[in-house]
């Protein structure tokens, strides 16, 4: 846990479920808001008493506290409908605490009522805990597990491509059925769900759509076009995420999607090279962006739309699917246990899109590639 | 959409996708942060880049501004690195806004930055848009399409509890495997897949471990126990929740289990005859609980447990699992529209736990129940 900044006690109000940075500071899944107080002694949830049993059993706070009981006893005060802050209250006022330490996204609502109620607030913004960005052994673990079950997922979809056949229409069938962004969207998702994961936004992009590095995908899948597929589901178990994308086209790729393909993966490959302790983000995008370059992929706005090479290389993975680091423009430094995405990409409306991405963990002299997914020219192409 | 209360504009910063508000505003559901305002005139999303597109063809919004121009006019007007709030800031000014209406859980990092700027903040505290809790037709069958899925899941469990044996270990077994808690869930949640549903937090609670509401459940499935059924997935698609609650016992039942259930259904069906616009929560809920107490269940602290009926009745379910109305201590009036749980239990730990639970949509003369499943006393027992 982080230090208190001078503050008395850190507080936290939200639903854990949501809230990455409680659910962090107390590995308690709650989809209903309650009250986390950190005093340098002790970590405290003040509970509804339907949760009191599950917290008790379940989170690494040190005391858990019945939010009925401190409701009674602020009725037996005076309130007449005690409120959550009146709850709030009591519980501060036992631990003495006055000044108080909350995340950015702390409601207005209660910071407003804190400090009519003579309490000070200091606001930290993201990141909050600044030792949620460097993955301990086990959280790389579990990100990488659920990142076991994404190449499953890919696996499966890159099989329904190749069992596929191309039909006279220039469409892949499956079964006698077409093969539809949608279905192959469903088969990565009943995959994960075996594995207790469940991926949203996942993209399975043919074609043009994949020039839009946000567009979901949908309808057929063409032959001879490019299929962006791009997964990061999160698992129910751990609550970590994990994060991937191939590119594979069916059939024949023209001279300028495969090029784009081979440069793509030279960007990657000195992407990876790059990383390790200390290495700068920033400095890490401008050399991917310059092997792209370099191969004659510029970036630039053509026809009303950004084409080339216009996101970020990767960003952090953990509890949230994006966390700091960015390495991008606006990349900071990265450091030894940071989990990050290694994912540069081509967009052109004359060809298609291409975009691979592994998921890696920075180590001292370098990174560890937590994905173990085939990515060689040979497998771009399926026959 | 509601009125402003006298402000110039309503002002949110979130991710649309962990905050139904902004969902409900949108329609566009966001993984991460994006401003939204809306004025008299009109409704507006400031996008990433990246997500400009997307939030173009699928949002309900307006004006869909790009982030990155707006990021570059404040760098023209001296920005060195231009934050949220300097973006903001000139898209208010824009439109002449000072006054602004924001939720309760508006960060209090961008409350306190706005009020910096001399910018007033008006909070008002959930239920934020009023109308949320009124749902149209379109919302109501978007419901109603969860349950479907929903009633096919506890469908999938029930028949795996039906196709199990009893070995002469009491326990069940299924395909020669233990049945378990977390077999049951799975099977669930796969069938929930199958219509892009997914579940979070699903209780499969046998035996004792139901008596805990909140319980998740898990290990082997006994004979003759109490085996409480709740889940209440979320459509990926609609992004609407259901919620239904079954209790079954494989085998036989004891004779108070049955006397618990016989009377969970009676107060069940009690409290859906007395649902009707204008119908008071609170009063729905004593009645309810009276139910209970008149057929001899009471409920009280016992050996440092709460036991008997020590929840509400019901919640409003929409956009959030947990909405308002609640049918409980603290209800208020139900209007027509309004989409909630009715589902008493009762919890001893002499006997085990039965909870019951449908959804239903209110009406001017009553309510709709939107479940269609099973609830008799001959399907509480399974041979």
């Known amino acids: 846990m982080e230090e208190l900044s001078g503050c008395d006690a850190t507080v936290m109000i939200s639903a854990s479920e949501i809230d990455a940075n409680l659910y962090y500071a107390t590995r308690f899944a709650a989809p209903d808001p309650f009250i986390f107080v950190q005093t340098s002694a002790e970590k405290i949830a003040v509970m509804s008493d339907l949760e009191l049993d599950r917290a008790k059993s379940q989170s690494s706070v040190d005391t858990v506290l019945s939010y009925g009981a401190y409701e009674r006893m602020a009725r037996q005060k005076g309130a007449d409908a005690p409120s959550l802050l009146d709850v709030l209250d009591l519980v501060l006022q036992e631990r003495g605490a006055r000044h108080l330490l909350v995340p950015g996204n702390f409601g207005v609502e209660y910071a407003d009522g804190l400090r009519a109620r003579g309490y000070t607030l200091s606001v930290k913004r993201e990141p909050f805990f600044e030792a949620r960005l460097v993955k301990s052994d086990a959280e790389v673990e579990a990100i990488a597990a659920t990142q076991r079950a994404t190449e499953e997922a890919m696996g499966a979809a890159v099989s329904a491509i190749r069992a596929a056949r191309i039909e ?107 990383i390790r302790d200390e290495a700068d983000g920033r400095a890490i995008h401008a050399e991917v962006n310059g092997v792209l370059e370099k191969d004659g992929f510029t970036t630039c706005m053509l026809g009303g739309r950004m084409q080339g090479f216009f996101h970020g290389t990767g960003h952090g993975v953990g509890l ?11 990349g900071g430094v990265l450091r030894s246990g940071y989990v990050v995405t290694v994912e540069p990409g081509l967009y052109y409306l004359d060809a298609g899109a291409i975009r691979i991405e592994d998921l890696v963990v920075v180590t001292a002299a370098g990174c560890r590639n937590l994905t173990n997914f085939p990515k060689e020219i040979s497998e771009f192409e399926i026959e």
Do not use: W
Request: charged share 25%; with cysteine; hydrophobic share 35%.
């Open 168 to 274: 006279s229409d220039g469409l892949l069938y499956l079964d006698g059925e077409q093969l539809t962004a949608e279905a192959l969207k469903k088969i990565m998702h009943m995959k994960l769900m075996e594995h207790e994961c469940v991926a949203q936004h996942t993209i399975v992009a043919p074609g043009l759509q994949g020039v839009d590095p946000h567009h979901h995908g949908n309808g057929p899948i063409r032959a001879n076009e490019s299929i962006v597929i791009d997964v990061f589901p999160r698992s129910e178990r751990s609550r970590y995420y994990a994060d991937m994308s191939r590119t594979v086209v069916k059939g024949k790729a023209s001279p300028k999607l495969r090029a784009m393909y081979r440069a793509v993966l030279s960007a990657q490959e000195r992407g990876m090279e790059l």
């Open 320 to 330: 949230d699917i994006h966390e700091p680091p960015r390495i991008g423009k606006t």
